[in-house]
């Protein structure tokens, strides 16, 4: 009688324990799969804006154009939002300059880095290069490589596709020519209120 009693307890135990465990996780067909977190925005939520340094005054409302958004994901793994906001804070950034494409993920990440007590950099979103098709170049899209036999070369046409107006001398130089020039000549000013750049046939192919 009390091994049996003693079985039946442990048998609850196990039970109890087993749905603990399920309640962590998904159900799916023929697997269980650990269920992601997500941010909660609530119906209050008060839009994010920020002064893009090329865009101009930006403004989201989250709950309504972006919604929950993943942190965790099932596989366990930090998703970018967070992980590119935590990753910031420790490097000590304090501007961030990237492609117009990835301006839509910026509110996300401002209102992570004001949950968390992080200070938020500066942004600057340049325009995209796009193909005929009013494609963004990319391997996706079947864009080719950027060929590496002459990257001087190269370089020198994003610079031309970059409204910067480099040299046709420059054409010739070296590399280090080429990135001392783009440096000291450097205007960002010019793609102000951009958001694409058409590729020239003769361009980055």
């Known amino acids: 009688m009390g091994s049996n009693g003693t079985a039946r307890s442990r048998s609850r135990a196990r039970a109890a324990t087993r749905t603990k465990r399920r309640s962590r996780y998904l159900q799916t067909p023929g697997w269980l799969t650990p269920a992601a977190a997500r941010a909660e925005l609530?119906?209050?939520?008060?839009?994010?804006?920020?002064?893009?340094?090329?865009?101009?005054?930006?403004?989201?409302?989250?709950?309504v154009e972006s919604g929950d958004f993943v942190v965790l994901r099932r596989d366990g793994l930090i998703a970018y939002q967070l992980a590119?906001?935590?990753?910031?804070?420790?490097?000590?950034?304090?501007d961030v300059v990237r492609g117009i494409?990835?301006?839509?993920?910026?509110?996300?990440?401002?209102?992570?880095?004001?949950?968390?007590?992080?200070?938020?950099?500066?942004y600057c979103h340049l325009p995209v290069a796009i193909n005929e098709r009013g494609q963004k170049l990319s391997k996706s899209h079947g864009a080719p490589p950027i060929p590496l036999d002459d990257p001087a070369?190269?370089?020198v046409s994003a610079l031309e596709m970059l409204r910067q107006e480099p040299p046709d001398e420059l054409k010739t130089a070296t590399l280090q020519d080429v990135w001392q020039w783009a440096a000291e000549n450097w205007d960002i000013?010019?793609?102000?209120?951009?958001?694409?750049?058409?590729?020239?046939?003769?361009?980055?192919?």
């Open 101 to 122: 494409d990835l301006m839509d993920s910026t509110p996300r990440q401002i209102w992570l880095q004001r949950l968390l007590g992080y200070s938020t950099p500066g």
């Open 153 to 155: 070369d190269v370089l």
């Open 42 to 63: 609530s119906p209050d939520t008060t839009p994010v804006q920020f002064a893009d340094c090329l865009q101009g005054l930006q403004s989201q409302n989250l709950e």
């Open 84 to 94: 590119v906001v935590v990753d910031d804070e420790l490097q000590g950034i304090t």
């Open 189 to 205: 000013e010019v793609l102000t209120g951009m958001t694409d750049i058409p590729t020239p046939e003769n361009r980055l192919r």
